[in-house]
């Protein structure tokens, strides 16, 4: 749950840091399931360039809806296969997981992403190139967390999701204001 919503606010590091310590067998591993690949070296090159090329993208300050699109298809779904990977690595059935793993990353990506632009939009450009930092901390730290901590799984998804209730709150009133203006 709490990996499958840090991979929601950024794909590709929070997947890195989880499939290792996979491979370590810390708290988790995947050996002998459907979900192997998910501790694999070429998986985690793959989360490895993944993180290394969006650092690049951003670095050059690239936005676009189709990158946008791009990146919440990828994070989608690799959530849906750590959560099922999870799910399976428990003895349990696995396909619930691939639903609930969409809907985590999906949480994780609706929560931050208005955030992000929201705080990069009111910074200076110099300040504005840390913003994805700590987005990729916050994902880091909570996907790490959710391996050797399970129950950091559910507070951080609970907190995502209170995130992106607040912040759609925050637009209504917004928006309620801008409608007494006329």
């Not at 059935?93 to 809907?103: C, E, K, N, R, Y």
Request: net charge positive; with cysteine; aromatic share 8%.
């Amino acid at each position: 749950m709490g990996v499958a919503g840090a991979v929601g606010v950024r794909p590709f590091l929070p997947a890195l840091v989880a499939g290792g310590f996979a491979a370590a067998n810390v708290e988790i591993s995947f050996k002998g399931t459907d979900f192997f690949f998910l501790q694999s070296a070429p998986f985690l090159l793959g989360m490895a360039v993944g993180a290394i090329v969006l650092a690049v993208i951003e670095r050059r300050q690239i936005e676009s809806q189709v990158l946008t699109i791009v990146l919440a298809v990828i994070s989608a779904a690799i959530g849906a296969l750590w959560f099922a990977g999870a799910l399976n690595h428990n003895h349990y059935t696995d396909w619930p997981g691939l639903i609930a793993g969409v809907l985590c990353a999906a949480i994780g990506i609706l929560a931050t992403r208005p955030l992000l632009l929201r705080v990069r939009a009111r910074l200076d450009a110099e300040a504005a190139r840390a913003v994805p930092l700590y987005a990729e901390a916050f994902g880091v730290v909570l996907a790490g967390l959710s391996v050797v901590a399970p129950p950091v799984g559910l507070v951080g998804l609970l907190f995502l999701l209170w995130l992106l209730i607040a912040g759609r709150r925050r637009s209504e009133q917004k928006y309620a204001g801008l409608r007494i203006l006329r």
